[in-house]
Nanobody, 123 residues
C-alpha cells in the first residue's frame, strides 16, 4: 500500500534551517508529483511547494518562495523540503502528499498524505 513518512521536524530558533524528508513506498514514485503542505493551529491547510515527477517543474506559495526549496530524489523515492530563514509563523505540522493533477497548488489534487511532522520555530 501507499505510504508516505515524513521526518526532520523539530524545534529551531528563528532564522534557522531545517530539512524535511518524505520517504515514499508502495507505488511507482517517478510517476507522480509530490507536494508539501502545512497546517498551523486554528488555520486551514496551506500549500507550500510542489514538484512534478521529474523535479524539473516546481511551484511555491508566495509565503515561502525564496526561503523553501523542494527537491526529489527518484532513486531514493524521497522528496525533501529545505527550509531556511525560518520564522515563528512557520510553526505548523508539515505534510507531504502524492499528487498528479494539473493543479499542484490544489490539495484536492493529492490522494495520499503522510502523518505529518511538527516544526516549531521559537522567537
Amino acid at each position: 500500500q501507499v505510504q508516505l513518512v515524513e521526518s526532520g521536524g523539530g524545534l529551531v530558533q528563528a532564522g534557522g534551517s531545517l530539512r524535511l524528508s518524505c520517504a515514499a513506498s508502495g507505488y511507482i514514485f517517478n510517476n507522480y508529483a509530490m507536494g508539501w503542505f502545512r497546517r498551523a493551529p486554528g488555520k486551514a491547510r496551506e500549500f507550500l511547494a510542489g514538484a512534478m515527477w521529474s523535479g524539473g517543474s516546481t511551484y511555491y506559495a508566495d509565503s515561502v518562495k525564496g526561503r523553501f526549496t523542494i527537491s526529489r530524489d527518484n532513486a531514493k523515492k524521497t522528496v525533501y523540503l529545505q527550509m531556511n530563514s525560518l520564522k515563528p509563523e512557520d510553526t505548523a505540522v508539515y505534510y507531504c502528499a502524492r499528487g498528479g493533477g494539473p493543479r499542484p497548488r490544489d490539495p484536492r489534487e493529492y490522494d495520499y498524505w503522510g502523518q505529518g511532522t511538527q516544526v516549531t520555530v521559537s522567537s
